[in-house]
């Protein structure tokens, strides 16, 4: 999967940042002072042996203050964050029905897959949304950009992951 995200490293769990353009993906990543950037832009998700793992994107990214050290090791995906600008920072976590719409309107390939693909191959690529959508945990992240963002979505991540 090729998400528009941007996508980090926090202690050996990935998390993934998805936006539309200027949403605040690369500005999350940077506020949020994890230990490891993996893309600004573009996310890339596999499913290896039953695991959903993001990797770094191969391919430049557009953020010129963010240094993305090459080559990074795959990290597990433990949450995927949809991303919005807000007053506060808060979290809510999705329905099946509602993350699943969001990865697929959100993946750069699945968009456009009913142009040079057939049914069978649109069929398999919406079943492995579902499979990530039943597996790892999908949320709105509204965010508040501050000095205060860190710990707020520390407080929150522990409070729905942990």
Same mark, same amino acid.
């Given at each position: !999967? ?5 996508? /980090? ?8 940042? /998805?936006? *539309? ?8 990543? *940077? ?12 996310? &890339? ?7 959903? /793992? ?21 990290? =597990? !995906? #433990?949450? &995927? @964050?949809? &991303? ?19 990865? $697929?309107?959100?993946?750069? $390939? @699945? ?7 057939? =049914?069978?191959?649109? #069929?398999?690529?919406?079943? !492995?949304?579902?499979? !990530? ?30």
């Amino acid at each position: !999967l090729f998400l528009h995200a941007s996508s /980090v490293n926090e202690d050996g769990c990935g998390y993934a940042f /998805v936006g *539309r353009s200027n949403a605040g993906k690369s500005t999350t990543a *940077r506020m949020g002072a994890f230990k490891r950037i993996l893309s600004d832009e573009l996310t &890339i998700i596999r499913r290896i042996n039953h695991t959903y /793992v993001l990797f770094s994107n191969p391919w430049w990214n557009s953020a010129a203050d963010i240094n993305i050290v090459r080559p990074q090791e795959p990290v =597990p !995906l #433990k949450a &995927i @964050f949809f &991303i919005k600008k807000a007053r506060k920072t808060r979290m809510r976590k999705m329905g099946l029905k509602e993350a699943l719409a969001k990865l $697929i309107y959100s993946d750069q $390939i @699945f968009k456009q897959a009913i142009f040079c693909r057939g =049914p069978s191959e649109i #069929k398999k690529s919406y079943r !492995l949304y579902l499979a !990530l959508s039943i597996s790892i945990p999908v949320f709105e992240l509204r965010i508040k950009k501050g000095d205060s963002f860190r710990q707020e979505f520390q407080f929150l991540l522990n409070q729905y992951l942990n």
